[in-house]
């Protein structure tokens, strides 16, 4: 006993000695990081202090923490990626990484993680790093405050700031990424958080799911993207509390849905988006008690569509509200509020009394022959929607919100 | 023909209906500025108001004045001065000052609430543009039918039918058409279409103005195209001018040839 108390005495004293820290500096002996990184043991802190390192290929294939201390700047000089980890445990923190350079060959990253099953990204800068974060066959990371920009032009030779493929547990958050193709990307990602980060300006998406379930984004901010957040072939996505605005152009969304199933879409602010939810063959979503406010269209359904719920959310001031391709749906519309809405509540429950028809003739017209848009605001489409709402002849029958409400309600930061 | 114009202008700016006209537009543009704090949307729903009532009483006024002052005209012509001096002189004096009561009425709350100073100042000078050639154009079209026809009712009746025809049939048959052709590319036929109509091309230029264009999609970028261009805008404000002068043309012609 007494010996096992000595041991273990003795192994906490050499623990420090077990996990080194290893300086980097540019005037010190070890004055590159790969050499930092050569010379570490497994479970050593390599410690670059700043100053502006010109390096690229640097692999890391053993437990290392990475750690910069007052900023310092990792250049690839645009000939190729800067840091590939393959290993099970990663740490980095601090960097600033730039001009990884493009490539229409392979896709360089800034850090590329391999088969990691621990690892943490956090509190670094990315300038023009292509991908700057490619993770690929990764488990429980956390990607945290690190702040991506880049000045993409076009879709063809732009990365995806934070790239994952075949991840899982992954948590992203308080991220801002700008000026990229896509903000974040994941394909082939399940059970993962994304929350609080700002995606902007980014020329495709502001987020991206493809082939990804089971996952959960909240508290983000998608701001003058292509189009917000685009899911696609997913299911079990849970929507909560973002922000989606400014996302304005011809073919731009807030939140581009197709074959996506069972996911809900709750506490969303939607504002001056183009459309802003577009729907292609999803099923069995529920959007409740979000807000659309000067959109285009506010919620734009294409075929397919079925068992969909409505509900609860504020429609404000859009120039369409909704737009429904086919009839025979069922998709349910109900207790809505619509700042169009004209009717009465003579018994003062807060619900009116008459059925509201969010579907303008003019909507149904128009999403048979766009170029009719041109038309837009004249008097006769005026008088169209007017006859149509008094007596409807070509808006689907089941387009219709039995109790839509007298007052907005409450929407958005109320969980 | 100044002289004329002068009297006519200032007989016409004294009267009860030019100061009616310009208070509505006074009050409505002050209203929505005092609803809505978004410069913007209240461009939109002036362009709303201001592309229905500036043609409707353009062709109102004229034809009411052509006939009120007839007895006046008359003496005129009694006098030793050219017919078309008289009338050119009569039309631009009703146009100008509808054209006044317009930038009076909806000018002075913009500039209260500071439209220069906001991105919206280019929006607004478009929209009061537009709303002074609506009012040359059809207040030419009025008094060219009103100089036309002898009979009151008729001329009355003619022109709130051309009203109705540019303002409501036209897009009528416009979305006709395009529903039937709707599997052809429409994009240029639709643009050609809303150019020749004034009062759809005013309106046309302030949506791509007001950023509706990316509505719009495919017809919103060849509109954009075609109208962002020097050369689309050029031709834009010819045809706008193209149908002031004509209706101007055809006042001159009458007057030249009628039996008083």
């Known amino acids: 006993m007494k010996n096992n108390i000595l041991i273990a005495a003795l192994l906490f004293a050499a623990f420090p000695l077990l996990s080194n820290t290893l300086v980097v500096c540019p005037d010190c002996p070890v004055n590159t990081i790969a050499k930092g990184i050569a010379l570490a043991n497994p479970c050593d802190t390599v410690l670059v202090q700043s100053g502006t390192y010109y390096e690229n290929n640097i692999e890391i294939n053993k437990d290392l923490t990475l750690i910069g201390e007052g900023m310092p700047v990792v250049d690839g000089k645009e000939q190729g990626e800067i840091f590939t980890v393959e290993n099970k445990y990663f740490y980095i923190e601090g960097f600033r990484i730039q001009n990884v350079g493009r490539s229409y060959v392979e896709d360089r990253a800034g850090i590329r993680i391999r088969k990691s099953t621990q690892f943490t990204i956090r509190n670094n800068e990315f300038d023009e790093a292509f991908f700057a974060i490619y993770l690929q066959n990764s488990s429980k990371g956390l990607i945290e405050g690190n702040h991506i920009s880049a000045h993409s032009l076009e879709e063809a030779n732009s990365g995806n700031a934070i790239h994952a493929w075949y991840c899982s547990y992954l948590e992203i958050a308080n991220n801002v990424v700008k000026g990229n193709r896509d903000g974040i990307y994941l394909e082939f990602v399940d059970n993962s958080l994304i929350h609080n980060n700002l995606s902007q300006d980014n020329i495709r998406y502001g987020l991206h799911f493809m082939f990804s379930d089971d996952d959960s984004y909240y508290d983000n901010e998608f701001v003058d993207n292509g189009a917000g957040v685009a899911v696609m072939y997913s299911k079990n996505i849970v929507m909560q509390r973002n922000v989606f605005r400014d996302n304005w152009g011809a073919a731009s969304y807030g939140l581009l849905l197709k074959d996506i199933f069972d996911s809900e879409i709750f506490h969303n602010r939607f504002n001056q988006n183009t459309v802003g939810i577009f729907m292609e063959t999803s099923n069995r979503l529920k959007i409740q008690q979000n807000e659309f406010s000067e959109n285009g269209w506010a919620v734009k359904m294409s075929g397919g569509n079925q068992t969909n719920i409505l509900s609860k959310n504020n429609f404000l001031h859009n120039t369409f509200n909704l737009s429904v391709h086919s009839a025979g749906t069922d998709n349910v519309f109900s207790s809505n509020y619509w700042s169009d809405y004209a009717g009465y509540d003579l018994d003062k429950d807060g619900v009116g009394d008459v059925p509201h028809r969010p579907m303008k003739l003019f909507s149904y017209v128009v999403s048979s022959t766009p170029e009719a848009m041109v038309l837009l605001r004249s008097l006769f489409i005026d008088l169209l929607n007017f006859s149509e709402k008094v007596s409807p002849i070509f808006t689907p029958e089941n387009v219709i919100d039995e109790t839509p409400l007298m007052t907005p309600l409450p929407v958005f930061g109320k969980v | ?260």
């Open chain 2, 1 to 260: 023909m100044f002289k004329i114009f002068k009297y006519s202008f200032f007989d016409l700016i004294r009267s009860r209906w030019t100061y009616i006209y310009a208070g509505f537009y006074f009050l409505f543009t002050l209203g929505m500025l005092m609803l809505s704090s978004d410069l913007s949307k209240v461009v939109i729903s002036s362009m709303n108001v201001v592309l229905i009532l500036c043609p409707l009483i353009a062709t109102m006024f004229g034809v009411m004045y052509y006939y009120n002052s007839r007895e006046f005209t008359e003496l005129l012509l009694s006098q030793p001065i050219k017919r078309t001096s008289i009338f050119t002189g009569q039309f631009l004096g009703l146009a100008t000052s509808l054209s006044v009561s317009l930038l009076v009425g909806a000018g002075i709350p913009f500039l209260m609430f500071g439209v220069f100073g906001s991105d919206q100042a280019g929006n607004f000078l478009v929209l009061l543009f537009n709303g002074v050639v609506l009012s040359f154009i059809f207040a030419a079209i009025s008094f060219f039918i009103a100089l036309k026809n002898e009979d009151k009712i008729k001329g009355f009746g003619l022109a709130i039918l051309v009203w109705l025809l540019l303002a409501v049939v036209y897009d009528g048959l416009l979305l006709l058409g395009l529903s039937w052709f709707r599997d052809y590319p429409l994009e240029k036929a639709s643009l050609i279409a809303s150019v020749l109509n004034p009062i759809d091309l005013s309106r046309v230029m302030l949506l791509l103005k007001l950023d509706i264009s990316a509505l719009m999609s495919l017809t919103g970028a060849v509109y954009r195209k075609f109208l962002g261009s020097g050369v689309g805008m050029a031709i834009s404000v010819a045809v706008l001018l193209i149908w002031t002068i004509i209706p101007t043309l055809g006042i001159r012609r009458v007057c030249l040839r009628r039996d008083f």
